[in-house]
């Protein structure tokens, strides 16, 4: 049983109704196991928008590598992390979140301040793809491959957590298939809109979607998007 704020006690059986379990994992991860859990739906929104940023960065991995995150080997090791490489700064910010991580786990397990790492190390592989443009143009092999290497770290990492084993199932595949064809629509009346030069219906139908909450990315093979 949990907490609620005002004072009553909820059942996780119950949760799992309206919640995705990685949603609640992800929630019981951040208090530590010796205080008491404090529930709220305000903040298990707030864990759902941080889960959000982790998916959209493995869509992300996804389109730079052909790869997906899930297929990734990562066995953990105990030993440090080698910082060795091309681009030795991104590798010895990867190593150092490594090392902070482990530290919070022999801290009396304190998943929440190693959960704060995991974090870091995105903001990390997110703030590397976009200085190389890694999305934009076909990186070198060092620089692609010492990507990579940084991304196993977080699979490593999510896997002493015991999160992010497999893609987040879709609650509703019929709602999900009919989302993405109705965005796909809008994406192509958008591009026919650029064509003809009419740039105020394209922006009006970004800025629409902006309201919505949904931003569209225009990349090199096309224009994809994403909640948030």
Do not use: C
């Amino acid at each position: 049983k949990m907490s609620k704020s005002q004072g009553n006690e909820i059942v996780v059986t119950e949760l799992l109704q309206h919640h995705p379990a990685e949603t609640l994992r992800f929630f019981l991860l951040t208090t530590h196991y010796r205080r008491p859990i404090d529930y709220s739906e305000e903040r298990l929104e707030e864990i759902q928008r941080g889960l959000d940023s982790f998916y959209r960065f493995f869509e992300r991995f996804s389109r730079i590598t052909g790869n997906s995150f899930y297929d990734l080997q990562a066995p953990i090791r105990r030993g440090n992390f080698d910082m060795k490489g091309t681009n030795a700064e991104f590798l010895v910010d990867v190593g150092r979140h490594r090392s902070a991580f482990l530290e919070n786990m022999d801290d009396d397990f304190n998943t929440g301040g190693a959960i704060g790492e995991l974090y870091e190390l995105l903001t990390t592989l997110n703030r590397f793809a976009d200085s190389r443009q890694l999305e934009a143009q076909k990186p070198d092999a060092n620089t692609l491959q010492e990507f990579v290497r940084g991304v196993t770290v977080l699979k490593e990492l999510s896997q002493i957590l015991g999160i992010f084993r497999a893609a987040p199932a879709a609650r509703d595949r019929g709602q999900d298939e009919l989302v993405h064809g109705l965005m796909q629509l809008l994406i192509d009346l958008r591009a026919e809109a650029r064509k003809a030069k009419n740039f105020a219906v394209a922006d009006q139908i970004r800025q629409r979607l902006a309201k919505l909450q949904v931003t569209l990315e225009d990349r090199p093979g096309g224009t994809g998007w994403r909640l948030g």
